[in-house]
């Protein structure tokens, strides 16, 4: 017979021993997460890509609201499938930043605009270097500002900010965009809070300069014009969008200009 006393010892390093590999294992399987096959069967890569492809056919052809409210969806759609889809993110945010735009209704306003929002942000968060996030995401700012009144300092430097990322990555995006929406910030901002008719000209005529056929960014300078009784200018901007021969992929924000510059020349005269 063995020593009863070793034996005892014996077993109590055994299961030591063993409750040390299992902690091990249980820490290591913690901190790398599932197995890759459950992670990879959460994120359908090629779904995502086929969701993005219908929205952007469904996107060419905006001008119908009811196309855009679908491409918003198959958006959706797509960022379920994988919420890593960089592209999925800001055009999600763009199409929900048109159809809250255009639509005539507050509910649908405000839920298209906190859409925009939050895809815009993830946008950035995945590809913080890329124009395209930033531009949305002050976008959809702008446009939620707009909707409920411009008027806190909070507002106004999110939108500054995200459009000034822009200039700073790619100041060509979107045919010079960023410009237009620093002029919209600046002329539609309580001055309280920032607005200056002066800088809004400012932007929106380096815009124009820069992208001479981009009508929207002519309406709003006819606009900020207009606030500072500068009426002959704001005119000679009316007419320069009506002759304009717009660019075939911004139809319908040609069309959107023109109608805007009709109703502002009305006022005008």
């Known amino acids: 017979m063995g020593n009863p006393k070793k034996t005892r010892e014996k077993l109590r390093l055994l299961m030591v021993i063993s409750a040390t590999v299992c902690v091990s294992f249980w820490g290591l399987s913690c901190q790398n997460g599932p197995p890759s096959d459950v992670m990879t069967s959460s994120?359908?890569?090629?779904?995502?890509?086929?969701?993005?492809?219908?929205?952007?056919?469904?996107y060419e052809g905006r001008e119908d609201m009811n196309k855009a409210r679908v491409a918003v969806a198959s958006l959706r759609q797509a960022r379920v499938a994988d919420y890593g889809n960089y592209e999925a993110a800001w055009k999600l945010a763009r199409a929900a930043f048109y159809v809250g735009n255009r639509s005539d209704n507050d509910s649908e306003i405000d839920d298209m605009f906190r859409e925009g929002t939050e895809a815009g942000k993830a946008a950035v968060a995945l590809?913080?270097?890329?124009?395209?996030?930033?531009?949305?995401?002050?976008?959809?700012?702008?446009?939620?500002?707009?909707?409920?009144?411009?008027?806190?300092?909070?507002?106004?430097?999110?939108?500054?900010?995200?459009?000034?990322?822009?200039?700073?990555?790619?100041?060509?995006?979107?045919?010079?965009?960023?410009?237009?929406?620093?002029?919209?910030?600046?002329?539609?901002?309580?001055?309280?809070?920032?607005?200056?008719?002066?800088?809004?000209?400012?932007?929106?005529?380096?815009?124009?300069?820069?992208?001479?056929?981009?009508?929207?960014?002519?309406?709003?300078?006819?606009?900020?014009?207009?606030?500072?009784?500068?009426?002959?200018?704001?005119?000679?901007?009316?007419?320069?969008?009506?002759?304009?021969?717009?660019?075939p992929k911004y139809a319908a924000e040609h069309k959107d200009a023109v109608a805007k510059a009709d109703k502002l020349l009305q006022r005008l005269r």
């Open 127 to 247: 590809q913080p270097n890329r124009p395209e996030g930033h531009f949305w995401l002050g976008a959809n700012y702008g446009g939620a500002a707009a909707h409920s009144t411009l008027a806190n300092l909070s507002s106004f430097q999110d939108i500054k900010g995200e459009m000034e990322a822009v200039l700073k990555i790619d100041e060509s995006y979107q045919g010079y965009s960023a410009y237009l929406g620093l002029g919209r910030l600046y002329l539609q901002a309580p001055r309280a809070f920032g607005g200056d008719t002066a800088k809004a000209i400012e932007y929106l005529e380096k815009g124009v300069k820069l992208s001479p056929n981009n009508t929207m960014m002519r309406f709003h300078l006819a606009e900020a014009y207009r606030e500072a009784n500068r009426d002959a200018e704001a005119k000679k901007q009316i007419e320069m969008i009506k002759a304009a021969t717009p660019d």
């Open 43 to 58: 994120t359908d890569v090629k779904a995502a890509a086929d969701r993005v492809a219908e929205a952007d056919a469904l």
